[in-house]
């Protein structure tokens, strides 16, 4: 595999391409915890700092999939660079206004959310269009999977490490710096300017929505983002509740370092049968690893835990990058592939807002809880969908 990636790496501009997207997810790994520790620190309310943090997934939820079809429509440079600076500018005054009724913040939240930058998923539209050979695309779906471990390893470890040494706002101000800055850098990759959507391709109300088989996958992935939700507010509040509110950042990596570990050994296969099934296996794997986390432990103990309960992520989105675009109705790809993320964010909104009120009235085990029911209803949802899954796969591959 890494001779593979070597390959994807070796054309014109890859390199800029996948350190960009990098720069990008880190600052996505690193913006929610940065909130949930800022507005903690500086109103003294998980509920309310998970309040805004689920703004921010429900505006991620509603405004990135207008952006995924304008970038369909017209390319990728404007939107791109006009979506970060909103994003930014959002981000920087929630810093500057942090004792603002709640309303106004969780308002700026949802905006910054919605103006969240699309660069992975037109990172993976320039792939379709410069590897030409179908092993070096496969090897770019877990190529992409490895980028986005990555950059939750290293965003919470950077947001928890700001935190630890710096006040409290510099992790949001720093990850609103990163995600302006990257995504100018990629819009101005001459593969990025030279990208032209399908223009006005008839694409309905609905756009890649029509898809039954794609519907199912993004209910699936919404559970999931639950999990994720409520995994990462239980990080903060068992860090805050040991008196290292900086572990927090470490919990979170130590999830996405075994979910990279889980990416690396664990292989998805290219036919439709074992395609979907491995979709299901690793929704039920997800499940099962997030059960110790719900046993009494010591933070350093829980980083090891949190390892074991990443460990089937990374192959779990590799799966469904693959189903995604394979399930995509023609001329809508940009827009499936920020369906498929724009579910996970909104199921993380919702674990966040969930989990917030549930850690300040009881213990952050019960935030834990909550992410294992919404893994539970994620392989719950996957097994009662693989035959729409597998038929739709199939059809795609045959033709």
Known sequence: MIKRWRGVLSHPYATRLVLTNLAVRVSAGAVVLSLVLFLEDARGSFAAAGAVAGAYGIGTALGSPPIGRLIDRHGQTWTLIGSALLHGLALLLVVAVPTAPLAVLSALGAVAGAARPAVPACVRSLWIELLTDEADRRASYRLESVVLELGFILGPVFAGGLVAVLPAAWPVVSSALIAVVATLVFAATPPSRAWRGTGHAERGLTGPLRSPALLSLLTSRAALGVTIGAVQVGAAA??????????????????????????????????????????????????????????????????????????????????????????????????????????????????????????DAAVPRTAFLLALAGALLAAVIAVATRSLLRDRVAGTLVR
Not at 266 to 291: H, I, Q
Not at 311 to 332: F, H
């Open 238 to 359: 068992a860090a805050t509740a040991g008196g290292r509110s900086g572990v927090s950042g470490v919990l979170l990596g130590g999830f996405a370092l075994g979910s990279l570990i889980g990416g690396t050994l664990l292989v998805v296969p290219r036919d439709a049968l074992a395609l979907t099934r491995s979709y299901l296996v690793f929704s039920l794997a997800m499940a099962a690893g997030l059960v110790p986390l719900l046993i009494p432990a010591q933070l350093w103990v829980l980083v090891a835990l949190f390892a074991v309960a990443g460990l089937s992520m990374a192959p779990l989105n590799a799966a469904a990058y693959e189903i995604t675009d394979l399930t995509a109705p023609p001329g809508t790809g940009t827009e499936a592939r920020i369906w498929t993320s724009t579910a996970t964010a909104g199921g993380t909104a919702l674990g966040s807002a969930a989990a917030g009120p549930l850690v």
